[in-house]
């Protein structure tokens, strides 16, 4: 047993003898790019460890110094490593990247190619939540998740326009009926259960994804314990779409607190879940969170491909809102691509389609509550951030700065009157601030990041803070000699220190 490295770990590695190791240029080649020391990787790797529950990992230098020469580190190391580097990067970087190995992973823990059938589906979602919730200590079930990008993601998401076939859900009521009592949802229940995922849905627009994260995480898992339940193909149709939304809001809250490989496994089962409830706008809404995470990731590309693939197969299906939503996430996909023409288009496209939607008359279909977040603060907060990404692709180039400013800035005006979308109004306070400063107006910047400040300390959201800490630096980088900015980084220590934050 290794004395000082990772606890019950032959210091021979996994699978790799002494005389068959070679030296991992991959991991050499991102170590030395991330500026990182020996000891500084092995800090971090503990630190990390430590967050997630995993008090038995204990790396030093000489431990790093064997994975630069070949040796294959065992779980969850290589998970925690893809991890770290991917945050150093601001993009996906894969633990095959890093040249390592993953070992054989449970279902629950496996990637993102998993059966389009109904009963796999309710299984699935049954045994990833009840695994999050067992082991959510700061995340620990992320630790032996890994984020899957390129083809590896898109390809299988692309089966969700395939027609369903396979299995139907009786054989899961069949598998358990000897079991389980039989109850049938009566439609107060059923509504009853409808309306709980509004409530869950408003609280995480008011309190960030840290505070009730858990509480969806267990509805959601009630939720598949009905559906093993012998249902009506109505009802079982219904609760396929409330465990698609809690999916979905359950993926959408581990995103915001930090969560990725989470909140990706999350995203792929409500799209599973929303195809079993043959509700395409639903399920074409969860891949727009997908593309979403694909753009904080640095994977403008995916995005793109995902946000098509939502287009094309709700395009006879959504609403006027959802289209919108759809075309702005389109233009921020561009934007980071660096596209300056076909960003402009889809963000007209957004624009005009927003006029549509709310010119919709009564007699039109109605909005599903999911989609009805995207307000006129929201188009005007997507389209702004899609040309100050613009700005950003073009080398900051000022002009397209200029086009994002009075679009942020009116989505501040608008989440300013707002009582419930506390983290909306933060997060475009910051996106103000980011334009500011790309237009060198730091005095201005400091002020908008500022009152975001005070914000953030009222919610649970690591995404706000990890932006709102990145653009301070940002600012104390550029402009450390201004008064209002080092006014803002002293602030920024003492309101809003940096801490491990444990999800709930």
Known sequence: MAGNGEFGEPDSGTGTGAGDKRPNALLESWFLRSGWSKGELARQVNRRARQLGAVH???????????LDGEQPREPIPRLLSELFSERFGC??????????????????????????????????????????????RGFLGGSLALTAGPGLVEPMQRWLQPMHGEPLTTVEQSTSSRRTGHRLS????????????????????????????AVVGQLHEVTDLLQEPQTEDTGRRLFRVAAELAELAGWMSYDVGLQPTAQKYFVLALHAAKEADDKPLGSYVLSNMARQMIHLGRPDDALELIHLAQYGSRHASTPR???????????????????????????????????????????????????????????????????????????????AGLAEPAIGRAVELFGRDLEHHRSYALNLIGLATVHLLKREPERGAAAASEAIGIAKKVRSERLNTRLRKTVDSAVREYGDVTEVIELGNELATRLPEAAQTPA
């Not at 939607?357 to 009805?372: C, L, R, V």
């Not at 977040?373 to 389209?383: I, T, V, W």
Request: aromatic letters at 10%.
């Open 57 to 67: 990992i204990s790396t030093d230098t000489s431990r790093v110094r064997r994975w």
């Open 92 to 137: 996906a970087v894969s633990v095959e990247d890093l040249g390592l190995r993953s070992l054989h992973q449970s279902p629950s823990t496996a990637g993102v190619d998993l059966p389009w059938t109904a009963p796999q589906t309710v299984a699935l979602m049954s045994e990833f939540s009840r695994s999050d919730l067992m082991l959510a200590r």
């Open 187 to 214: 439609r107060p229940e059923l509504e009853l259960l409808e309306s709980t995922t509004v409530m869950f849905r408003k609280w995480d627009a008011q309190c960030g994804g840290g505070l009730r994260r858990k």
């Open 322 to 400: 959802t289209q919108a939503m759809l075309y702005a996430m389109e233009a921020r996909s561009y934007a980071n691509l660096g596209q300056a023409g076909k960003c402009k288009r889809a963000v007209r496209m957004a624009e005009d389609t927003f006029a549509e939607a709310n010119e919709s008359t009564d007699s039109d279909a109605p909005d599903p509550d999911w989609i009805t977040f995207f307000s006129e603060a929201e188009l005007y907060a997507e389209n702004g951030h899609s040309f100050r990404d613009l700005a950003y692709a073009a080398g900051r180039n000022v002009t397209y």
